[in-house]
């Protein structure tokens, strides 16, 4: 005897939408991960309440912004400014990778609202804060782009590469500040 066609279509769809949700879970669970925002330390890049997706498939490089998870269960979204092996140093609002001059162009706007004279990112060499002159094998220097709130690798030191959850790639609520993230 033949099922109706309406059980037939019934299963297919059902098969389906059983098969595309595990589909979406591995994405959501392992590609494309949604993390908010807490804090006022990424303003004015990212701000509080921001969702964002974090994807952990690609390289780390300077300048991404990471999130990442320390020993104490709290979670993180920093800037990455060091990368393993290299040498950081701030003097007089200016960073230093291996003694050479880099520049932040994601500081300007965030320079630009504070007009007093105090540095915006205070001076430091690794040595100061870490006691080493160059960073390990799989650690990056963090730091949030408002320096002056930031609670990041110059208080905690620096960052496992194991620790990193993921790279932020893209702002997607609240729907006025969807972005992609840099």
């Known amino acids: ?17 059983l098969l595309a949700l595990a589909i979406a879970l591995v994405i959501r669970g392992f590609l494309l991960i949604p993390i908010q925002v807490e804090g006022k330390s990424m303003q004015l890049t990212l701000k509080k309440n ?7 498939v690609t390289t780390i ?4 912004i990471v999130v990442f998870r320390l020993a104490d269960g709290d979670t993180y ?10 040498s950081i140093a701030y003097v007089d ?7 050479k001059k880099i520049d932040e162009p994601y500081l300007a706007e965030n320079q630009e ?15 100061d804060l870490l006691d ?8 990056y220097f963090v730091m949030g782009d408002n320096r002056r709130v930031s609670k990041d690798s110059r208080s905690f030191g620096a960052v496992s590469a ?3 959850i993921g790279k932020a790639v893209f702002v997607y609520y609240p729907l006025p500040d969807i972005k992609w993230v840099h």
């Open 93 to 99: 609002d200016q960073l230093y990778v291996d003694g």
């Open 50 to 56: 921001d969702w964002v997706v974090v994807e952990n």
């Open 132 to 139: 080493v002159k160059k960073l390990g094998k799989d650690s």
């Open 77 to 86: 979204i920093k800037r990455v400014i060091g990368l393993p092996g290299e």
């Open 1 to 17: 005897m033949k099922w109706p066609v309406k059980v037939d279509r019934f299963w297919f769809y059902f098969k389906f939408s």
């Open 162 to 164: 194991d620790d990193i």
């Open 113 to 127: 609202k504070i007009h007093d004279q105090n540095p915006y990112t205070n001076n430091f060499s690794l040595n």
């Open 61 to 64: 490089h300077r300048f991404d």
